[in-house]
T-cell receptor, first 114, second 114 residues
Framework: DAGVIQSPRHEVTEMGQEVTLRCKPI?????LFWYRQTMMRGLELLIY????????DSGMPEDRFSAKMPNASFSTLKIQPSEPRDSAVYFC????????????FGDGTRLSIL | AQTVTQSQPEMSVQEAETVTLSCTYDTSESDYYLFWYKQPPSRQMILVIR????KQQNATENRFSVNFQKAAKSFSLKISDSQLGDAAMYFC???????????WGAGTKLIIKP
């Protein structure tokens, strides 16, 4: 079975540019999570979707960040305009909305903003 | 608020030996899940093992087992017969029944000496 698929695997761009990260959750999973990982702050939950609806976006750093889930098989995390402090590894994870189901992670996108 | 603490930033073990990684957590809830995730240098987040708080029996997965002490709020991971491929960051995580958000520890870097 295919796992969570994220693209791109690496992204290097200049400050001020728009960045779009993509995620395809595991088929049948109805919960999707976006995380950011840095050395300083560890893993931070940015936003959580359930059945394509954003449930908790309290972790989104500021208005420059936005996330969408237009359907059950695709989500995007967009940063506009990007800043050097946004450099991090961004993970997408998915799970069933059941108590027992753990989150399954994608391979992450390493984002570098110059 | 729940918290997860991993007090060992780094651990090392000789190949084929046994190592135990510590995790403590704080919660007022009685029903929850605990997880250990592994993050090798390839940066994937891989679920190693999970424990349901209502189960008294400690979870095991091949060479990986946990020592779950609910009263002490302790959830340590034991890796037996350590292998070079076990070298990674190991994260302990907590999730309550009522909230799908994972609460993460800071991680322990495990080094395997050949």
């Amino acid at each position: 079975d295919a796992g969570v698929i994220q693209s791109p695997r690496h992204e290097v761009t200049e400050m001020g540019q728009e960045v779009t990260l993509r995620c395809k959750p595991i088929s049948g999973h109805n919960s999707l999570f976006w995380y950011r990982q840095t050395m300083m702050r560890g893993l931070e939950l940015l936003i959580y979707f359930n059945n394509n609806v954003p449930i908790d976006d309290s972790g989104m750093p500021e208005d420059r960040f936005s996330a969408k889930m237009p359907n059950a098989s695709f989500s995007t995390l967009k940063i506009q305009p990007s800043e050097p402090r946004d450099s991090a590894v961004y993970f997408c994870a998915s799970s069933h909305t059941t108590e027992e189901e753990p989150q399954h992670f994608g391979d992450g996108t390493r984002l570098s903003i110059l | 608020a729940q918290t997860v603490t991993q007090s060992q930033p780094e651990m090392s073990v000789q190949e084929a030996e046994t190592v135990t990684l510590s995790c403590t957590y704080d919660t007022s809830e009685s029903d929850y899940y605990l997880f250990w995730y592994k993050q090798p240098p390839s940066r994937q987040m891989i679920l190693v093992i999970r424990q349901e708080a209502y189960k008294q029996q400690n979870a095991t997965e091949n060479r990986f087992s946990v020592n779950f002490q609910k009263a002490a709020k302790s959830f340590s991971l034991k890796i037996s017969d350590s292998q070079l491929g076990d070298a990674a960051m190991y994260f302990c995580a907590y999730r309550s029944y009522s909230n799908y958000q994972l609460i993460w520890g800071a991680g322990t870097k495990l080094i395997i000496k050949p």
